[in-house]
């Protein structure tokens, strides 16, 4: 069953937008970002061979949210440990798909902390 939520759909026309521009490639992988009210995801993913190269959450095990509380700490925190990930996988560089989200907050977080983690995008 579709979801017909007004801000889902628009997220979803976002999200459709932005893939348009944004394919990843064995050379630069995309980076994706999900979010939901309580958790946020990160998969680096080569679009070219439909694969997924590293994912990390804040619901896996490895995770733990470090000395800081609060989501937009816990999505920083995601941030370096993919790009922990990424680095062990031999990938350096990366484009950002942000998932129809806008660029601040938790989103805007991750990505901060992937650049600490050494990602380049």
């Known amino acids: 069953m579709a979801k017909t939520n007004p801000s889902t759909v628009a997220r979803?026309?976002?999200?459709?937008?932005?893939r348009k521009k944004?394919?990843?490639?064995s050379?630069?992988?995309?980076?994706?970002?999900?979010?939901?009210s309580r958790h946020i995801y990160a998969q680096i993913i080569d679009d070219?061979?439909?694969?997924?190269?590293?994912?990390?959450?804040?619901?896996e095990k490895g995770f733990d949210g470090g000395e800081e509380?609060?989501?937009?700490?816990?999505?920083?925190?995601?941030?370096?440990?993919?790009?922990?990930k990424a680095k062990a996988a031999g990938i350096s560089k990366v484009v950002f798909d942000r998932g129809g989200c806008l660029y601040h907050g938790r989103v805007k977080a991750l990505s901060e902390g992937a650049r600490e983690g050494g990602l380049e995008f």
């Open 69 to 84: 509380k609060g989501k937009t700490a816990a999505a920083k925190q995601v941030g370096i440990m993919i790009a922990e």
């Open 22 to 25: 944004v394919v990843g490639t």
């Open 12 to 18: 979803q026309k976002r999200v459709k937008r932005i």
């Open 27 to 36: 050379e630069r992988p995309r980076l994706r970002v999900f979010k939901s």
């Open 48 to 59: 070219s061979a439909g694969a997924t190269l590293a994912s990390m959450s804040t619901v």
